[in-house]
């Protein structure tokens, strides 16, 4: 069940794209204002929604301040844009970010699958990332593991943790005579 915001000042529209979200099986939060909208964003945290349904034409602002809150917090949360109003600079725009847009009116079928295809976009992007950042950390680790190992090569460690004879001086039972150097052993 993905959680899907839903960013629209007209009533009908938005019982409209709640009901149709709920029939799919998603779990639709609903905001009115872009105020709304920022505010659940504020509180959902680490809780992000997996997609965003917006309205660019809100009566307290533009909708594009969407975009900017929720990339701070979850880069790769999926944005379905459905608008009547927009500029067709905007919508270029939107288009050449990798958003899709939802020219209002639309049936329920083009929604459905408009939601359908930014949800996949979503989690094949999420998956990259954390391929990425598998192999990226995964390589910094074995690079930490590979200098660890040279580091203990260059000490003269033993693999299997016993000492060899150069460090015999440290073994217990054993001192080092003041005046006859760090390499002459007498036994205690």
Excluded at 15 to 36: K, Q
Excluded at 41 to 59: M, N, R
Excluded at 71 to 97: I, N, Q, T, W
Aim: glycine share 10%; proline share 6%; hydrophobic share 40%.
């Amino acid at each position: 069940m993905s959680r899907v915001m839903v960013v629209e000042d007209e009533p009908a529209i938005r019982r409209f794209l709640e009901a149709s979200l709920l029939r799919e099986g998603h779990r639709p939060i609903l905001a009115a204002t872009l105020a709304a909208a920022l505010d659940l964003l504020k509180k959902q945290g680490t809780e992000a929604p997996d997609l965003v349904i917006l309205d660019l034409s809100l009566p307290d602002g533009n909708g594009r301040a969407i975009f900017e809150a929720v990339a701070r917090g979850r880069p790769g949360v999926g944005f379905l844009v459905c608008s009547g109003y927009s500029e067709p600079k905007d919508l270029d725009a939107l288009l050449a970010a990798g958003h899709r847009v939802l020219q209002k009116p639309f049936t329920q079928r083009q929604f459905v699958e408009a939601v359908q295809e930014r949800l996949a976009a979503a989690a094949a992007w999420a998956t990259a990332a954390a391929t990425t950042r598998s192999a990226l950390f995964g390589s910094v680790r074995a690079g930490q593991q590979e200098q660890e190992e040279g580091t203990a090569e260059q000490r003269g460690d033993r693999p299997d943790g016993r000492l060899g004879p150069e460090d015999a001086e440290d073994q217990p039972g054993e001192r080092v005579a003041p005046d006859e150097g760090r390499g002459s052993h007498k036994k205690g």
